[in-house]
């Protein structure tokens, strides 16, 4: 699996699938939540109140992972994941790396083969970035996905910086 790393905005990359940092109502947020809604337009909410009317009538669990479609995105679908709010009292850490693991078994199921990921729980959710950068990393490379390229999309270059300080470290 080829790990790419690009400053920028993820409801703008080409891409099999995107994943979205949702929250367990799945019925949109802040953040690159609202960023994919916003751009992707009503078909995606239109899913995602149908798979909380099927599947997920109490909310998507944290550290899960489900696809809709990506509306008007430039990509074929987008993996709603829920990340774990940072605690500094509780290790959640394996909540987070779950997120990674969890979309990649989605994107595998779709046959997707480039998927775009955020700093998922580093916004709203203020997972500290060397942290989540170095959960990240390690998650999508111990994954055993059939991805073959997985972009993770920073934001700030400070996010960015983070990223590729982590991916040299980890070697
Ligand atoms: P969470 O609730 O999981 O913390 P946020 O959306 O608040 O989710 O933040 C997750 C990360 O996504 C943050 O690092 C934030 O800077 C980044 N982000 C916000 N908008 C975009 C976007 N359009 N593309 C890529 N990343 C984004």
Known sequence: MKIVLVQGDITEQRVDAVV???NSSL???G????AIHRRGGPEIVEECRALRASRYGKGLPTGQAVATTA????ARWVIHT???VYSRSEDRSHLLASCYRESLKVADALGA???AFPAVSTGIYRWPLDDAARIALTAVRQAGSAVA????VLFTSAAYAVFEDTLRALG
């Open 20 to 22: 979205n940092a949702a």
């Open 27 to 29: 019925m949109g947020g």
């Open 31 to 34: 953040g690159v939540d609202g």
């Open 71 to 74: 509306g008007r995105l430039p």
């Open 82 to 84: 829920v990340g774990p």
């Open 113 to 115: 083969g480039l998927v």
């Open 149 to 152: 390229e997985v972009r993770f």
